[in-house]
């Protein structure tokens, strides 16, 4: 696990594949655009399935404040498309099975009290009560978020990570943070 990284670091680059199979370059992607990464749990826990339809709800604010958006789950492609039905995401999902790029950025995984907080059962009640279901478990169950947005002389000009499984902030303040 590399150290977590701060404003003003150089954010790492990785190589990644997308739902399709491709296999793509971060850097060559956002080449000279700004880039908001959500690293989420797994395509099956319904509260990252939850914050997803958050991300596409607002995807076009998030990028009217000239953000390229990914969304980094622990997934393969397969499971993402079986856990989307037939939705097709506007943001790229980068699916990372193995764990490398959770690693590359720091991103760790939790423990028992992190996964249980009052607010991420409330979170998951939410969820279930938006419609949300669990599917397929996969990865480090017990995995943390984190969100980056990287300038497009790739460096990472905020980094937040989740102090619990639910723990991803508002698509508003990413906003304001890629404004500033």
């Known amino acids: ?17 997308t739902l399709s199979g491709q296999s793509l370059d971060f850097y060559k992607t956002s080449r000279g655009k700004k880039a908001v990464l959500f690293f989420l749990r797994y395509a099956g826990c319904p509260i990252c399935q939850m914050k997803m339809g958050e991300i596409m ?5 998030l990028r009217a404040a000239g953000l390229e958006v990914y969304v980094v789950l622990q997934s393969s492609p397969a499971s993402v498309k079986e856990a989307l039905a037939g ?15 959770f690693s590359l950025y ?5 423990n028992l009290f992190q996964y249980l907080a009052p607010s991420v059962i409330m979170k998951a009640i939410k969820a279930s009560r938006r419609g949300f279901r669990h599917g397929k478990k996969e990865g ?5 978020p984190a969100v980056f947005i990287v300038s497009p002389g790739e460096a990472v000009t905020f980094a937040y990570y989740g102090r619990n499984i639910g723990d991803v902030p508002d698509n508003d303040v990413i906003l304001n943070a890629a404004r500033a």
């Open 1 to 17: 696990m590399n150290k977590k990284l701060t404003a003003g670091m150089k954010a790492p680059n990785f190589s990644f594949t």
């Open 57 to 61: 709800r607002d995807y076009d604010r």
């Open 87 to 101: 939705v097709a995401p506007p943001f790229t999902i980068v699916c990372d099975p193995r764990e490398k790029i």
């Open 106 to 110: 720091g991103v760790p995984p939790g």
């Open 140 to 144: 480090q169950e017990l995995q943390l």
